[in-house]
C-alpha cells in the first residue's frame, strides 16, 4: 500500500521546492561500516554474506520513511514497504538485475532470492521493473575498496529510488571492515535521514543475532 504525502504541510516542503529545480538534486555518501561481529556470525551459520547484507540493508531502509518516500511528477507517495532489485552474475562478467520480495523472515527472503538467482542463471536480465518505484537498487563491487562512488541515473525523468552499494571489505587493525555507499534524491531527504540509515545498520551489524532474528 501507498500514502500520498501532503505537501503543503510537510516539515520540509522549503526543501522540497529548493532542491526539485535542480537538474540533478541527488547526493551520495560513503563511509565504512564494521562488520567483523557479522561476518563471524554469519559465518558459523553458513549464511551467505551477499543475501544477508541484502537482507538487513533492505530492513535498515524499510524503518526509515524517506527511504519509502518516492517522486511521481509533483506528488510525494510513501510506501509501507519496499523491496530489494540487486547485481548478479548472471554469466562471467556480466551482470542481470535481481528482484525479489522482502521479507522479514530471513529463511524465507533466502529462499525467495535463491529461487530468483536460480531461475537466471545463464541469462542477462535488465529489465528492472521500470514502472514499479517500490524498490532498493542495491549492488555489490567485492573487487574495491571503493572510497566513493556515483550511479547512473535518467536524469531526463524523476528518479527517487535510493542506490546502495558494497565494496570489498578489509582489515583495519583488529576490525573488519566493508565500504558502504548510499546515493539518494535531496528532493525527499537530507544527510541526517541517510545518517540515521548508517546508524541503523550499524546496530544492526553489531547485533547479527538479533536483526536476522536467528
Not at 578489509?170 to 558502504?180: A, G, N, S, V
Amino acid at each position: 500500500m501507498e500514502t500520498k504525502i501532503d505537501i503543503d504541510t510537510w516539515p520540509r516542503k522549503a526543501q522540497y521546492e529548493f532542491f526539485r529545480t535542480m537538474d540533478y538534486p541527488h547526493f551520495n555518501i560513503c563511509a565504512n561500516v564494521d562488520i567483523t561481529k557479522f561476518y563471524a556470525y554469519i559465518k558459523s551459520k553458513s549464511l551467505s554474506f551477499y543475501t544477508t547484507m541484502i537482507y538487513i540493508t533492505t530492513k535498515a531502509a524499510n524503518e526509515i520513511p524517506e527511504f519509502r518516500y518516492r517522486l511521481r511528477g509533483d506528488e510525494i507517495i510513501e510506501h509501507d514497504i519496499v523491496h530489494p532489485s540487486f547485481i548478479i552474475m548472471g554469466q562471467p562478467e556480466v551482470f542481470s538485475f535481481c528482484a525479489v520480495s522482502y521479507s522479514e523472515n530471513l529463511e524465507a527472503f533466502t529462499a525467495a532470492v535463491n529461487d530468483r538467482v536460480e531461475a537466471l542463471k545463464n541469462t542477462i536480465n535488465l529489465v528492472n521493473e521500470q514502472e514499479r518505484d517500490d524498490m532498493l537498487y542495491i549492488t555489490s563491487m567485492p573487487w574495491v575498496s571503493f572510497t566513493s562512488l556515483s550511479h547512473p541515473i535518467n536524469i531526463k525523468s524523476v528518479d527517487s529510488i535510493p542506490r546502495i552499494a558494497f565494496g570489498k571489505y578489509f582489515k583495519e587493525q583488529d576490525l573488519l571492515k566493508m565500504p558502504l555507499s548510499v546515493q539518494v534524491n535531496h528532493i525527499l531527504m537530507d544527510g541526517i535521514h541517510v545518517g540515521k540509515f548508517y546508524e541503523i545498520i550499524q546496530e544492526m551489524l553489531d547485533h547479527p543475532e538479533e536483526s536476522l532474528c536467528l
